[in-house]
């Protein structure tokens, strides 16, 4: 009987450091794969975040560098300017881009820079000790909003896929999540046309995942992923907010696609 299912080449045989329940490892293995099937190990490059993520370079077979703390779409932008012929992109959290490193991703996205971005989004700081992050949800608990995040003291969440698709500039931002099969194969999509409009030097591009944080949030592994449906996807609606064909889509758009 032949083997149907096998690590792929462009993720290294090691144990994670991840916590149980985590996604971030379901993250890898699709970028892994995406990046096998174009074929473009050889001429890859990985920007690793600081996070949970910053040590994600011990876990993939091709070259990365590692960036200062939100400061991946700057790295990403020296290097792809200077060998436009690689394949580049960053890895990133919501508190490494959407907080210290919110200027570097929208100024990158403004000036279409032909990278791409996988952002994690898992709603809370996962390696400081969960503490609210911009992408926190109002009325969700942290371990510094105790009581739920107050909108009339902290403001109210970064939408990163409505944020981006805001802009002018031509570009592919989608939003997906990594809870169940049928998310995690359209995750996939999402992740191989990103790569893919590199490929043909067509835009910046940005996939969103919604992710879990087991840990941080105080649940099972099992429980992580109902919270993400329940209470992430209605916040943080699924599906491709701007496309270089179409122009911005409608938030709305996003909501149609994940029903």
Not at 16 to 35: F, K, N
Not at 216 to 244: C, H, I, Q, R, S
């Amino acid at each position: 009987m032949g083997k149907a299912f096998h690590r792929p080449e462009a993720l290294a045989d090691v144990v994670t450091h991840y916590c149980p329940g985590c996604t971030h490892g379901v993250a890898h293995r699709l970028v892994a794969e995406v990046i096998d099937e174009l074929g473009i190990r050889g001429r890859t490059v990985g920007i690793a975040p600081v996070g949970c993520a910053v040590l994600c370079y011990n876990y993939f077979s091709f070259d990365f560098q590692e960036a200062a703390h939100g400061r991946a779409p700057a790295m990403a932008t020296g290097i792809k300017r200077v060998r436009p012929d690689l394949m580049v992109f960053t890895y990133q959290g919501d508190g490494d881009l959407a907080s210290i490193g919110m200027s570097e991703i929208i100024h990158a996205a403004n000036r279409g820079e032909k990278f791409t971005t996988i952002f994690i989004n898992n709603a809370v700081y996962g390696m400081t000790g969960g503490q609210m992050a911009p992408t926190t949800m109002p009325g969700q608990r942290t371990t510094t909003s105790p009581f739920g995040r107050k909108v009339a003291e902290t403001g109210m969440p970064v939408k990163v896929a409505e944020l981006l698709s805001a802009l002018e500039t031509p570009a592919y931002i989608a939003r997906e999540a990594l809870i169940a099969p049928k998310f995690i194969n359209r995750a996939k999509k999402a992740i191989r046309k990103a790569f893919s409009y590199q490929a043909a030097d067509t835009c910046f591009s940005l996939v969103e995942l919604l992710s879990t944080c087991p840990t941080n949030w105080g649940v099972t592994p099992v429980d992580a992923l109902k919270w993400v449906e329940e209470k992430m996807l209605p916040y943080y609606p699924l599906g491709e907010y701007k496309t270089p064909e179409a122009g911005r889509l409608n938030p709305a758009a996003g909501r149609k696609h994940a029903e």
